[in-house]
């Protein structure tokens, strides 16, 4: 019975790992340190661990861990179950390089190997499922070379794919 003891210390170690990241995670947002965040930063703070939900997942993520009156914080004790559940089961995972790579290819329709800041907002505010104001000025500012006004994709993609890992 060994075996079994010892994935299950295994299965332990794991969890106390993950539960460490999202406490480090959720306490860079608890800004009066009480165990609460803002209900518009879970977002962020999901998404600093890895996970890339659409925004109606996200949505339903939040309404598992509201509290029945809405007070616009979430609690620790309510996202922190949630939180290692969602990363124990890998849900919510980016794209692989490769897939964002097509992505950017196919929307760079004269094969340029760029996208203007124009084009990008274009695509990021009206097509599939649109970014909002302040989402589409964080991807403009991590993703649009100042000196060039576009996105030069391919050093993009590879770059958010150094960061991932």
Known sequence: MAGADEQKDNTDS???DIQKRITEAFDMF???SNKTVDVREVGTIIR???CCPSEAELHDM???IEEEEPTGYIRF???LPMMTKVLMER???PVPEDQLLKAFQVLDNEGKGYLSQEELTKYMTEEGEPFNQEELEEMLSAAV???KGSIQYK???SIMSIEET
């Open 14 to 16: 794991l969890i106390a």
């Open 30 to 32: 608890d800004h009066e």
């Open 48 to 50: 600093s661990l890895g």
């Open 62 to 64: 939040l309404n598992m």
């Open 77 to 79: 004790e309510k996202f």
């Open 91 to 93: 849900r919510y995972k």
């Open 145 to 147: 070379d100042p000196d």
């Open 155 to 157: 050093e993009y993609v």
